[in-house]
């Protein structure tokens, strides 16, 4: 019986990613994470620090795959709206959460607990919390959408903890086939053959510049470990035909 396919969508949230000061971090992580446990990563979006931006991508995303996974926006500043957008978006309160709020006083004496930083105690009725060992502040859970921070290692630290609580499918299986001295252009077709002789599989051509001179790797993707073998012998042997006709090794 073939296992579920599980799939997730990113929704990264903040000005200061759009308008490029700051440089994201938190998307390739998350999807050689989500890719490594079962997970398939099928989209991603950025959106400004907008209400009415966020509450219509968590709606559209959320309805659209198993999991979707938010960073950004949950900290104490005014521009942190995320959990109040996120409320709006289940149509459920807000309010501060007396677990936060205990989480919360762990790291900070009374003095230090100021209006602002209470703030990061706000949360969605109805959502669990999500564990922060890095600066104690959480994130939560509410359905299907995990809200998370947008610094890296905090980020990190969340998904370590969300991971478990997720339900995963099969693994993909990756094969790279390198095709050195052949340009794409000369195996494009040859390739695009295979393709369409191996429709189960995904196969990418993926051309990069190295200390050693130009390089081309060729690879094949399936959760099917033996179409994902069948594929990538067809590409070598397309390969191979090539250099027979004359192409340089």
């Given at each position: 019986?073939?296992?579920?396919?599980?799939?997730?969508?990113?929704?990264?949230?903040?000005?200061?990613?759009?308008?490029?000061?700051?440089?994201?971090?938190?998307?390739?992580?998350?999807?050689?994470?989500?890719?490594?446990?079962?997970?398939?990563?099928?989209?991603?979006?950025?959106?400004?620090?907008?209400?009415?931006?966020?509450?219509?991508?968590?709606?559209?995303?959320?309805?659209?795959?198993?999991?979707?996974?938010?960073?950004?926006?949950?900290?104490?500043?005014?521009?942190?709206?995320?959990?109040?957008?996120?409320?709006?978006?289940?149509?459920?309160?807000?309010?501060?959460?007396?677990?936060?709020?205990?989480?919360?006083?762990?790291?900070?004496?009374?003095?230090?607990?100021?209006?602002?930083?209470?703030?990061?105690?706000?949360?969605?009725?109805?959502?669990?919390?999500?564990?922060?060992?890095?600066?104690?502040?959480?994130?939560?859970?509410?359905?299907?959408?995990?809200?998370?921070?947008?610094?890296?290692?905090?980020?990190?630290?969340?998904?370590?903890?969300?991971?478990?609580?997720?339900?995963?499918?099969?693994?993909?299986?990756?094969?790279?086939?390198?095709a050195p001295g052949i340009p794409e252009g000369i195996y494009a077709a040859a390739?695009?053959?295979?393709?369409?002789?191996?429709?189960?599989?995904?196969?990418?051509?993926?051309?990069?510049?190295?200390?050693?001179?130009?390089?081309?790797?060729?690879?094949?993707?399936?959760?099917?470990?033996?179409?994902?073998?069948?594929?990538?012998?067809?590409?070598?042997?397309?390969?191979?035909?090539?250099?027979?006709?004359?192409?340089?090794?």
């Open positions: 019986m073939a296992e579920k396919t599980v799939t997730a969508a990113i929704l990264v949230i903040g000005d200061e990613i759009l308008s490029g000061r700051t440089k994201d971090k938190n998307i390739g992580y998350i999807a050689e994470y989500l890719t490594a446990i079962g997970v398939d990563l099928r989209e991603v979006r950025v959106v400004p620090d907008v209400e009415e931006e966020i509450v219509g991508a968590v709606n559209a995303l959320r309805t659209r795959y198993t999991y979707l996974f938010t960073t950004g926006g949950i900290g104490p500043t005014h521009d942190d709206i995320t959990a109040d957008a996120v409320a709006k978006a289940f149509g459920v309160a807000i309010d501060h959460d007396p677990r936060a709020v205990a989480i919360l006083r762990e790291r900070y004496s009374a003095e230090e607990l100021t209006e602002a930083r209470l703030r990061m105690a706000r949360i969605p009725a109805g959502a669990d919390l999500v564990e922060n060992p890095v600066s104690k502040a959480p994130g939560f859970r509410i359905g299907n959408t995990f809200v998370m921070a947008g610094v890296p290692s905090i980020m990190q630290a969340m998904l370590d903890n969300i991971a478990p609580t997720l339900e995963t499918g099969a693994r993909m299986v990756v094969e790279t086939v390198e390739l695009g053959d295979v393709a369409k002789a191996h429709p189960g599989v995904s196969i990418g051509s993926y051309p990069s510049f190295t200390a050693g001179g130009f390089r081309n790797q060729i690879v094949v993707r399936s959760k099917d470990p033996a179409a994902v073998a069948a594929a990538a012998e067809a590409v070598r042997g397309a390969l191979e035909r090539l250099r027979g006709d004359g192409v340089p090794a």
